[in-house]
């Protein structure tokens, strides 16, 4: 969140630029936060979420149907909270990997979307402790406070980001949300047949709304 601040602070600095005119785009866990921005911020233009990450709850609750309990990532988050409380460095966990391995994804669908979209310098890691802490991090229940246009694309077989979170969000928003729905699961949005689809309908928003 800090960093969308200071790129929206950065680009209403810019004389060329007009402020009126910022969108901000979001894809998955970042979704959530461009639409969180949007909360905080009324001069936001409008919000493109793109298989948005909008109820952490409800995503945790639909990765332990999915799994179930996994004691191994527990332990991990609390080993990086307790470091963090004292001030140490973060014990960090992959942020993908295989079905059965210690990971924040492990959708099967997961590790081979990474190896295609990943640069090669790309570090697999993240502080652990969001194993633990990432349900309470709810964007939806931000979205009454959304005064912008708001684009939301919605993979309908998403085993990640809860679609109805969106939903709920889409009835906040009332006569400001758009719906793009693809019949695809959370990664192939990023394949070449569904980026595309997905990039037009982004391109025919902001060309309406900016």
Not at 175 to 181: E, G, I, P, Y
């Amino acid at each position: 969140m800090e960093d969308y601040a200071a790129a929206l602070g950065y680009v209403r600095s810019r004389a060329e630029i007009d402020p009126r005119r910022i969108a901000l785009w979001g894809t998955s866990f970042s979704g959530g936060h461009a639409l969180v921005m949007a909360a905080q911020d009324p001069d936001v233009a409008c919000v493109i979420a793109q298989c948005p990450g909008l109820d952490g709850h409800e995503a945790m609750e639909m990765a332990f149907r999915r799994s179930g309990l996994d004691l191994r990532i527990i332990a991990h988050a609390q080993r990086d909270l307790v470091r963090s409380w004292l001030g140490l460095s973060p014990h960090k966990i992959p942020v993908v990997g295989k079905p059965g391995e210690v990971a924040l994804l492990t959708t099967p669908d997961a590790m081979a979307a990474f190896e295609r979209l990943a640069p090669a310098d790309y570090v697999n890691e993240a502080c652990a402790r969001i194993a633990i802490r990432g349900d309470k991090y709810r964007p939806v229940q931000q979205a009454h406070s959304v005064r912008c246009p708001t684009l939301l694309q919605v993979c309908e077989e998403d085993d990640l980001a809860p679609i109805q979170a969106v939903d709920r969000a889409a009835e906040i928003l009332g006569d400001l949300a758009q719906v793009k729905r693809y019949p695809i699961g959370h990664f192939a949005i990023y394949s070449p047949e569904y980026f595309t689809i997905s990039v037009n309908d982004q391109i025919a928003f902001l060309s309406k709304h900016i």
